[in-house]
């Protein structure tokens, strides 16, 4: 079974500081998906990164894949108060991925306060 | 646009109480999903559905059973429900093998 590790698991800051959350694992991923998850709702896709390497920018959100693909983080740049939410990193399996979907992280709870 | 819906929303239970949850997606995707989400705990794996007509066990499948009633419909049901059964359970869904999974927006189950 391949883990992926996210880390921090609580961050709070102030509105308008920057932040950097990470997401590892010891296996090699084909791609990897991060979600975000707001109280009363399910997860919701935010970007999918499949090249080791790859950077992907989403308004202030940069998202990176580590080289080796076992790693990824996700950078948010002068955070609102409207990130706040739980952040999940989801990898799909290493070569083909499995019938069974994804693999998740535990998640990183973000409270960005005004 | 619909999506994912589950149903109910909230439920409470006693134990050794029975329930189907129901899931219901209108986006024609192949593969159907069930997770629990604890805090703590992450999303966990219960159950899925490759393809209308085969259903398999995830990471925590005990006292839980699934049926793939068609390709829209993907229900799970507690046969006997249990404390540590107390839940968030989601429902996803997926077009093909490893594309980004779609969410419902919950079922929160409370077992006394």
């Known amino acids: 079974t391949q883990l992926l590790e996210q880390s921090p698991q609580f961050l709070s800051i102030q509105e308008g500081e920057n932040l950097t959350v990470y997401c590892n694992s010891s296996?090699?991923?084909?791609?990897l998906q991060w979600y975000r998850q707001e109280p009363g709702e399910g997860p919701v896709l935010l970007v999918t990164?499949?090249?080791?390497?790859e950077v992907k920018k989403l308004k202030r959100l940069t998202f990176q894949f580590g080289d080796a693909r076992k790693d990824s983080s996700l950078h948010i740049t002068a955070a609102q108060p409207g990130d706040t939410g739980l952040y999940l990193c989801?990898?799909?399996?290493?070569?083909?991925?499995?019938?069974?979907?994804?693999?998740f992280g535990k998640g990183t709870h973000l409270i960005i306060q005004p | 646009n619909a999506g994912v819906t589950q149903t109910p929303k909230f439920q409470v239970l006693k134990t050794g109480q029975s329930m189907t949850l129901q899931c219901a997606q209108d986006m024609n995707h192949n593969s159907m999903y069930w997770y629990r989400q604890d805090p703590g705990m992450g999303l966990r794996l219960i159950y899925y559905?490759?393809?209308?007509?085969?259903?398999d066990k995830g990471e925590v499948p005990n006292g839980y059973n699934v049926s793939r009633l068609n390709k829209r419909e993907f229900s799970l049901r507690l046969e006997s429900a249990a404390p540590s059964q107390t839940s968030v359970y989601f429902c996803?869904?997926?077009?093909?093998?490893?594309?980004?999974?779609?969410f419902g927006d919950g079922t929160r189950l409370s077992i006394l």
């Open positions: 990164v499949v090249t080791g390497g």
């Open positions: 996803a869904t997926e077009d093909t093998r490893n594309q980004p999974q779609h």
């Open positions: 559905s490759a393809s209308e007509g085969t259903t």
């Open positions: 989801a990898g799909v399996d290493w070569p083909g991925g499995g019938a069974d979907g994804l693999t």
């Open positions: 296996s090699v991923f084909s791609s």
